[in-house]
């Protein structure tokens, strides 16, 4: 075959119409035209053979009005099976068109006075359940039949599709070729032919004063829906007084693994230190449902997803007595208990957890102990259920009714159980935010922020450098040999 007739260029423009032969040949026919587009094809194809005949020859489009391209959306398959049975949804979904839609504007008073709607039709929730996008479509096909033999139907391609929605974002796929190399198609005749193409961007490049200008009119569209939704909203927010911090901990009790018995259950408190305080109808303190454990691994896993959520208010001292006073964070107190079939329950551990100082989300697994009085205890707590319990739950860290110097645990005999793993959302405000904010200065943390207070953040700053510190050293050792560790032990 010559080269000639096997390459060939075309540029299309958006929503141009390239005549294939197969339409040429089925739009000639006046019978064989039916609807007004019909016609229209009929009268076009009659200009063009006047004019010389379609310049193109393999490549032709399908327009957003064709009915190829009603057909390519509806036939679309949900999986990839080769008789699959359409479910009612994606028969629902198919009667959705997501093209040619005419939405009509809502005012904004309307909009803001209706905002939900109690008793939605049919109509308003086929029209608003799904994504509506108004999409139109472009298809570029190619004629890969036999050479002389154009116009047969099971021999069209598409070569690239382009969608352009409401919101004025353009896909194009597959992408422009650029430095990637031709796409490829292989046919499954006989001779298993190939055909290579590419794709190019032949759109003019806007000019600098377009560009601007276009930018200008987009700044003030943005301005006005951004005017608009604060009009819907409005401004009648809470904020905390000067030197005053709000923390709205948005907490869930994840799970409990490695413990003893089954149906857990997780009992906890929150305690606010001085300079804390909360609402008088806040709830800081609960108890989770009982949950059955389940196999997970090598562990016993019990999947409480239990929310709560806590609002506190830090008011700020004078500063002159900060040297004196150290400002705490509140802690969260819990202890995790199992409840059987004979109604016996046992205490598996007790935990404490420090609120995270930093907003954001944050997963933690806190690890657990329980006390251990002898073997009578631990015969009664197996075969008439009851352990011992503390009677301040505060003593898991140091008592909120201790004040001397020392806190001594000496003879106090513990056992290591399992672990609580929480997800907390921290959220914290103050008016100190928006003037640091203003004046741009960067703080360390939100006693930083609040002034004054920067011992504090160094501090937890030192201790988890200790910690981390501690536990590379652990796992560091333990991974040494322990002929290694004997002999130097021996020799220090």
Request: with cysteine; proline share 5%; charged share 25%.
């Amino acid at each position: 075959r010559p080269p000639e007739d096997e390459e060939e260029e075309v540029e299309v423009g958006w929503q141009e119409k390239l005549f294939s032969q197969f339409e040429v040949d089925l739009y000639r026919n006046e019978s064989a035209c039916q609807t007004p587009l019909d016609w229209q094809y009929h009268e076009e194809i009659r200009k063009l053979e006047k004019a010389g005949g379609r310049k193109n020859c393999r490549i032709f489009t399908y327009t957003d009005h064709d009915r190829f391209t009603n057909l390519e959306e509806l036939c679309q398959k949900v999986t990839d099976l080769d008789h699959e049975v359409p479910s009612y949804l994606v028969e629902r979904m198919a009667n959705v068109r997501r093209r040619r839609q005419d939405r009509r504007p809502v005012e904004a008073s309307s909009l803001k006075s209706k905002i939900i709607t109690w008793e939605p039709s049919e109509e308003f929730i086929k029209n608003n359940h799904v994504i509506n996008t108004p999409v139109q479509t472009m298809y570029i096909m190619g004629d890969l039949g036999p050479y002389g033999k154009l116009g047969h139907r099971e021999y069209e391609n598409v070569l690239c599709t382009i969608k352009v929605d409401g919101n004025g974002v353009i896909t194009v796929k597959p992408d422009f070729t650029g430095t990637k190399g031709a796409y490829r198609i292989e046919l499954d005749g006989e001779k298993r032919e190939v055909w290579e193409y590419t794709i190019e961007n032949a759109s003019a490049q806007v000019q600098p004063e377009e560009e601007e200008r276009e930018q200008r009119v987009f700044r003030e569209l943005y301005g006005r829906h951004r005017d608009y939704l604060s009009g819907l909203v409005g401004s009648d927010f809470e904020m905390p007084l000067p030197g005053t911090l709000r923390l709205l901990v948005n907490g869930e009790i994840v799970s409990a693994q490695g413990y003893e018995y089954d149906n857990l259950y997780v009992h906890f408190f929150l305690e606010l230190p001085n300079q804390w305080s909360s609402s008088p109808f806040q709830q800081l303190s609960g108890v989770t449902q009982t949950c059955a454990t389940k196999a997970v691994g090598w562990d016993n896993v019990a999947y409480f997803c239990y929310p709560f959520t806590v609002d506190m208010f830090y008011t700020q001292e004078d500063e002159g007595v900060f040297p004196y006073s150290l400002p705490q964070w509140p802690v969260l107190y819990f202890e995790v208990l199992s409840l059987d079939f004979w109604q016996r329950y046992r205490v598996e551990g007790y935990g404490s957890l420090v609120l995270p100082t930093c907003p954001g989300v944050h997963m933690l697994t806190i690890p657990t102990w329980r006390p251990v009085l002898g073997t009578v205890a631990e015969m009664r707590r197996f075969f008439i259920g009851g352990s011992p319990e503390l009677e301040d739950l505060t003593y898991v860290r140091i008592p909120s009714t201790f004040k001397g110097k020392r806190l001594s645990r000496f003879g106090f005999r513990t056992e290591t159980t399992g672990s609580v793993t929480f997800r907390l959302c921290c959220l914290q405000q103050s008016k100190a935010f928006l003037e640091n904010s203003a004046l741009r200065q960067r703080m360390q943390s939100v006693l930083d922020r609040l002034g004054g207070f920067s011992h504090q953040t160094s501090v937890y700053n030192v201790l988890e450098a200790f910690q981390r510190a501690r536990r590379r050293m652990q796992e560091a050792r333990e991974s040494l040999p322990q002929d290694l560790i004997n002999t130097s032990a021996s020799a220090v």
